[in-house]
């Protein structure tokens, strides 16, 4: 089997490079690397890695021959900078996506798979968040992630490219991005215990947040790639562990050394997945619990 991983040398997709990697796939890479959040980028070295930008058709569509499946992953993913530059996180996560799918569909890709995000459903909707409900976009982020999902059900629809869409819920685990003030708060918490810092809450501290280890992320990734059934093709899937905590709670497992920073505009206040679609669908399962990992992370 031959796979393309866009963003495989961030934190998911690094991930899922490896994993396919073990499996025996021949991997092939687009990252840019112009992510400013990770201190350095991760490499296979089984795999190949082209420094190319998704949006580029031109130059990458010729990548796109012969490849089996596709795991879309490349995107801007903070929600913060998006509102700074919306331009940019427009052109990466909607033309880019648009660009994925057009050479996967030239180049006659048996699936793609679709990193989305659960700030598509906002704050109006009640959790936990089912995938039928109404999506309710605060942000540039959310905004050009959900356009990317529109448009791998069109492709699916249109053009009858198979396409698996996935929201994910406040992914954490290692190699998450830890630079700057806007790095995902596991990581970022971590990060400042060690160094023995007061942890900063945004306020107010109690927004709750689905935590999903990236391994259970990327499992479901792998049973989106092996079954084969046209009914879920097109469709979004929820990847979170139906639990949340508040971001006090969380840092109380760290250290009740602790200072508010400034509030942030786009956020939702609470994320719980239901994930009963993806249990239904995949027989998936959630295996790691955030209690555990900041646990055994605070003994190391």
């Not at 690094?14 to 112009?34: A, F, Q, R």
């Not at 992510?35 to 082209?50: I, L, T």
């Not at 198979?162 to 954490?172: H, P, Q």
Request: glycine share 6%; aromatic share 10%; with cysteine.
């Amino acid at each position: 089997m031959k796979s393309l991983v866009t963003g495989g040398a961030g934190f998911i997709g690094s991930h899922i490079v490896d994993k396919l990697i073990s499996l025996g796939h021949e991997v092939i890479v687009i990252d840019n690397e112009t992510s400013q959040v990770h201190n350095n980028f991760y490499y296979n070295n089984n795999a190949k890695y082209y420094k190319l930008d998704i949006a580029d058709y031109e130059n990458t569509k010729d990548l796109y021959v012969n490849v089996d499946y596709v795991f879309h992953c490349a995107a801007e993913s903070r929600i913060q900078p998006s509102i700074n530059n919306p331009l940019l996180a427009v052109r990466t996560n909607t033309l880019g996506t648009a660009t994925v799918l057009q050479c996967a569909r030239e180049a006659g890709v048996k699936k793609v798979m679709y990193s989305s995000t659960s700030s598509a459903y906002g704050r109006v909707n009640e959790p936990p968040l089912k995938e039928t409900m109404q999506d309710d976009c605060l942000n540039p982020y959310s905004v050009s992630k959900v356009a990317g999902e529109k448009l791998c059900k069109m492709y699916t629809d249109l053009f009858g490219l198979k396409t698996v869409i996935f929201r994910y819920f406040n992914v954490y685990g290692p190699r998450e991005p830890l630079k700057g003030p806007y790095a995902p708060v596991v990581g970022l918490f971590l990060r400042q215990h060690k160094a023995q810092e007061p942890l900063t809450i945004v306020p107010p501290g109690t927004q709750r947040r689905d935590f999903t280890h990236v391994n259970d992320v990327v499992s479901a990734n792998i049973l989106a790639m092996e079954k084969d059934d046209h009914n879920y093709y097109g469709t979004v899937f929820n990847v979170g562990t139906g639990t949340n905590h508040s971001v006090f709670e969380l840092a109380h497992m760290i250290s009740y050394n602790t200072i508010y920073t400034d509030p942030r505009l786009g956020e939702a206040k609470e994320t719980l997945a239901n994930n009963n679609k993806l249990k239904d669908t995949f027989g998936w399962n959630p295996t790691i619990k955030i209690e555990d990992y900041v646990k055994e992370h605070i003994n190391d």
